[in-house]
């Protein structure tokens, strides 16, 4: 490994695996916006006020006091065709291609002195980090992960330090920050291990690698046919990576917003993706979330006590009321009942699975409180939409308006006289205008960057195997016609809005070995 300036560094990218490629623009000679006449030491108080004004739910009130309202709520915000499970695989696949840890208020002209400690691909490695050999605390010697389980309990769990930390011992940490996606994590997981004990029956010469590979498939074609089929506007999606198959049965697929995004070209993750476009799923949070029928009936866990319960030990004082903040052990009450956050085949129609919120300007008023001072109604660090707003104008993101034009994207303008012209708000404010669903503009810059981002990964599936499907790959096929443990991976069916899904999260969870009810057979 080279440790010159320069020399050596144009060897290792974009090829290598171990490649994590800087942050960049798309639009790179647009001027930056922020909110006219307002000086930089009062963007804060500026962001905060407007936050608390436009971008809440119910202004001037605790989650805690909405608990009576929930169902009102529900059915105000509540989208009609994205269950509440796709908001935290949403938060699973930002956490799999990205990570900036520059911190808030620190204002980076130049994005592409950044590192992103992520790959610039959707190559799981915020599950398997950087493999056994690397990290072998995180396996078991057959290459299958380590697991958890509740106490006293056959339920599992993330594999954890000993209390009082109860840290998860996990590729990337973020996906601990709260219980909903510890435990999207905890199914890839269980997938794995599932696939991995079918090639060892099988007699494949490498478990593991035969694992890692049609997982990370499964979960390529899972993030472009299920989860971005149903945020994303359908000719947007359908421009963006089209199967095209030539007169010889040659396969190839097309990126058709490779003008606005070619990662093979230029290597990079776009600040207007990472920092505005991607962010629409802080909109799809809601407040409280019903979890388990077996140990929690239809009561409702709030996302964060927003109280001083919150300060207290859950393992030295059972007796405190859960909520589903991260970095805590999980408990029977948090435990998710899939078929409650996903539409499986045991889902009560009419009931569940419970929906995510529409994208739009308004978020839960559990976002509210993401600080230390929850009490502090002043407090940027409380407000993720402020925060949000605030990191836009550090970036010097340009305005909405402005990047749509730079990408050649028509239509009205969304915004009503007064309202800020950041480009999330923008993005959000679009969606808004789509009844929920992401704009134009938005569905563009999501749709490149994630088509860019499997286009130039030479190890996606559409590289490697452009005529690949789930329904043919050879260990999901030993999976489902195993003799002694068959798994019907695709026993759930679900049609909305023309959308058909057969392979798409559901069937990780089926991979898991987690019963659709979550807890009762465990």
Not at 359 to 384: C, H, M, R, W, Y
Not at 492 to 517: H, K, Q, Y
Request: proline share 8%; hydrophobic share 40%.
């Amino acid at each position: 490994m080279s440790h010159s300036s320069g020399t050596g560094i144009k060897a290792l990218a974009p090829r290598s695996k171990f490649y994590k490629g800087p942050f960049g623009r798309l639009c790179k000679n647009l001027p930056p916006w922020s909110p006219p006449g307002v000086p930089s030491e009062k963007l804060h108080d500026h962001f905060v006020a407007f936050a608390n004004a436009n971008m809440t739910e119910r202004p001037n009130e605790l989650p805690q006091d909405l608990a009576d309202d929930a169902e009102a709520l529900d059915l105000e915000f509540g989208s009609k065709d994205v269950p509440a499970g796709y908001t935290y695989f949403g938060q699973f696949v930002d956490h799999d291609i990205t990570f900036d840890p520059t911190p808030l208020g620190v204002r980076v002209s130049d994005p592409n002195a950044l590192d992103n400690f992520r790959t610039p691909r959707l190559d799981l490695d915020c599950v398997y980090g950087t493999g056994p050999s690397d990290q072998p605390f995180m396996y078991e010697k057959d290459g299958q992960f380590r697991i958890g389980k509740i106490d006293g309990t056959n339920i599992p769990d993330l594999p954890r330090t000993p209390a009082p930390h109860s840290r998860a011992i996990i590729g990337d940490m973020r996906n601990d920050e709260n219980s909903i996606v510890a435990q999207v994590q905890l199914a890839f997981l269980l997938a794995h291990n599932r696939l991995v004990r079918q090639a060892k029956k099988e007699g494949l010469p490498n478990p593991f690698m035969a694992a890692r590979r049609t997982l990370t498939w499964l979960y390529q074609w899972i993030v472009w046919h299920d989860f971005l089929d149903r945020v994303t506007i359908n000719d947007v999606w359908n421009t963006a990576l089209k199967k095209v198959t030539h007169p010889d049965d040659r396969v190839e697929w097309d990126a058709g917003l490779s003008s606005i995004y070619d990662w093979k070209n230029t290597p990079f993750m776009p600040i207007e993706f990472a920092v505005a476009a991607y962010r629409f799923g802080h909109s799809m949070v809601r407040n409280s979330y019903q979890t388990n029928f077996a140990h929690n009936k239809l009561d409702r866990i709030p996302l964060f006590a927003n109280t001083t319960s919150a300060e207290q030990d859950v393992d030295a004082d059972p007796q405190v009321e859960p909520d589903l903040r991260g970095f805590q052990p999980l408990r029977i009450e948090t435990a998710i009942q899939w078929d409650w956050f996903l539409a499986m085949s045991t889902s009560v129609v009419g009931q569940f699975p419970q929906m995510a919120r529409k994208i739009d300007t308004q978020l839960a008023n559990a976002l509210l409180f993401l600080g230390e001072n929850d009490a502090d109604p002043n407090s940027v660090e409380n407000k993720l939409a402020a925060r949000n707003l605030i990191r836009g104008v550090d970036m010097e993101l340009p305005s909405g308006r402005d990047v749509a034009k730079c990408l050649g994207v028509t239509g009205k303008n969304p915004l009503s006289k007064g309202e800020p012209e950041a480009l999330w708000f923008y993005i959000l404010k679009e969606a808004q205008r789509n009844k929920g669903r992401l704009g134009r503009l938005g569905s563009t810059i999501v749709c490149a960057v994630f088509a860019g981002l499997l286009k130039g990964d030479p190890m996606s599936w559409i590289n490697m195997d452009p005529k690949w499907e789930p329904e043919t790959d050879p260990l999901l096929t030993a999976v489902r016609n195993d003799a002694d443990d068959p798994v019907d991976l695709n026993q759930d069916f679900e049609s909305s809005n023309s959308l058909t899904v057969d392979w798409g999260l559901p069937t990780i969870i089926r991979l898991a070995g987690l019963p659709s009810d979550g807890l009762a057979s465990i």
